[in-house]
């Protein structure tokens, strides 16, 4: 039996989830990537709640604008709104994704918002 795209990223997903675990101080960042937009949101894992959501469906965001650059306008935005709740450091989960592209893009926005990871 083939294992789909899907499959394979779920597979992944569970194994870095075995070691990345976000807590209040530290919250874990998990992307989210569809076809179309990003999201991405703070989790205190040990509590079960988000802190700080993003998303590129955002009405800050430019719609003009590629999905990699909407991706890093989502990471800037995101950094920008967990500064003013007073965290600037987490834990990335890149949720399966390969660390390339719009995964990068929203990670190097949200380093260039201050984010420490």
Do not use: W
């Given at each position: 039996m083939?294992i789909t795209?899907?499959?394979?990223?779920?597979?992944?997903h569970?194994?870095i989830?075995?070691?990345v675990?976000?807590?209040?101080?530290?919250?874990?960042?998990?992307?989210?990537?569809?076809n179309k937009?990003?999201?991405?949101?703070?989790?205190?894992?040990?509590?079960?709640?988000?802190?700080?959501a993003?998303?590129?469906?955002d009405?800050?965001?430019?719609?003009s604008?590629?999905?990699t650059?909407?991706?890093?306008?989502?990471?800037?935005?995101f950094g920008?709104?967990?500064?003013?709740?007073?965290?600037?450091?987490v834990?990335?989960?890149?949720n399966?994704?390969?660390?390339?592209?719009?995964?990068?893009?929203?990670?190097?926005?949200?380093?260039?918002a201050?984010?420490?990871?």
């Open positions: 083939k795209g899907k499959e394979r990223r779920k597979k992944i569970y194994r989830r075995k070691k675990k976000g807590t209040l101080q530290r919250p874990r960042l998990s992307v989210f990537r569809s937009y990003i999201y991405c949101q703070a989790i205190d894992d040990v509590n079960g709640v988000t802190l700080v993003a998303s590129s469906v009405a800050e965001i430019d719609k604008l590629n999905k650059e909407q991706a890093k306008m989502v990471g800037q935005l920008k709104r967990a500064l003013e709740r007073n965290f600037d450091r834990v990335f989960d890149r399966g994704y390969l660390y390339h592209g719009r995964v990068k893009a929203l990670a190097d926005g949200a380093r260039e201050g984010m420490n990871f």
